[in-house]
C-alpha cells in the first residue's frame, strides 16, 4: 500500500501528542500513598501485637490449659495457611519462659499440625493430581517418593519454606504415613531449636518495639521481631 503524505501545511498539522505532566506523578504518587499505608498500617500492627502478647500473657498465668489449647490452635491454622511458625515459637518460649517446656510444646503442636494436614489434605491433592497427572516434575516426585519415601521425605524437609508447604507436598507425592510424621518430628525438632532460643532472650514486650536504641545495641530477638512484626 502506498502511503499518500499529509498535504496540510506545517502550521495546521496538529502538534504530537505529550503525556500530561499529571500522568508524568501519579506513578510516584501512588508509590509514596503506598509506602506512607504501610508505615501507617506496621506502626498500629506493632500495637495491635504488643496488646495481643499481653493480654496472652495475662491469661497464660490464670488459664494456661486454655492458653495452651488456643496456641494449638494456631499452629494447625499458621501450618494449614503455609505460613512461617517461627513467630510463634517464639512467642510460646516468651509465654514459658523455659526452653524444655516450650521447645517439647513447639515440636508436638507443629508434628500434629502436620499429621492433621496428612489426613485432610489428601481431599484437596486428590483433586489436584488430576489436573497435575501430565506434570513431569509431579510425576517424578510420586515415583522417587515410592522408590524413597523416607530419603525424598527428610530432603523436602530440610527446604527453607514454611512447614504448611513441605506437608502439602509430600502429601501431593504420595508419601506413607510413617515416613511423612518422622520427618515432620525430625523437621520440627531441628527448625523450633532457633526459634525457641530466640525467644527466651525477649525479656520483656516492649524491649521489641523501643526504637531509641541503635540497631547493633538491640539483642538477636529483638531484631528477628522486629524484622517478623
Not at 501430565?134 to 523416607?150: G, Q
Not at 530466640?198 to 530477638?221: M, Y
Request: charged content about 15%; glycine content about 6%.
Amino acid at each position: 500500500m502506498v502511503e499518500i503524505p499529509e498535504l496540510r501545511p506545517p502550521e495546521l498539522r496538529s502538534p504530537p501528542a505529550h503525556p500530561s505532566p499529571t500522568r508524568k506523578f501519579l506513578p510516584v504518587a501512588g508509590i509514596l500513598c503506598g509506602v506512607l499505608t504501610l508505615l501507617f498500617f506496621k506502626a498500629q500492627i506493632k500495637n495491635v501485637l504488643l496488646g495481643f502478647f499481653r493480654m496472652l500473657e495475662g491469661e497464660f498465668e490464670q488459664h494456661p490449659f486454655g492458653v495452651l489449647l488456643f496456641l494449638g490452635f494456631l499452629f494447625l491454622l499458621v501450618q494449614s495457611l503455609m505460613l512461617p511458625l517461627s513467630l510463634l515459637c517464639v512467642t510460646v518460649s516468651f509465654l514459658f519462659k523455659a526452653f524444655w517446656p516450650a521447645y517439647v510444646f513447639c515440636v508436638f503442636s507443629g508434628s500434629l499440625a502436620s499429621a492433621a494436614i496428612f489426613f485432610f489434605g489428601h481431599k484437596l491433592t486428590d483433586s489436584l493430581l488430576l489436573h497435575l497427572q501430565d506434570s513431569a516434575i509431579v510425576s517424578m516426585l510420586v515415583e522417587e517418593t515410592t522408590r524413597s519415601p523416607l530419603k525424598i521425605s527428610m530432603i523436602i524437609r530440610l527446604l527453607g519454606v514454611p512447614a504448611g508447604l513441605k506437608d502439602y507436598l509430600l502429601v501431593l507425592g504420595n508419601s506413607p504415613f510413617h515416613a511423612y510424621i518422622c520427618s515432620a518430628f525430625l523437621a520440627h525438632g531441628v527448625f523450633s531449636f532457633g526459634s525457641v532460643l530466640l525467644g527466651l532472650g525477649i525479656e520483656e514486650l516492649e524491649t521489641i518495639f523501643v526504637e531509641g536504641r541503635s540497631w547493633s545495641q538491640k539483642s538477636s530477638a529483638e531484631k528477628f521481631t522486629m524484622i517478623m512484626f
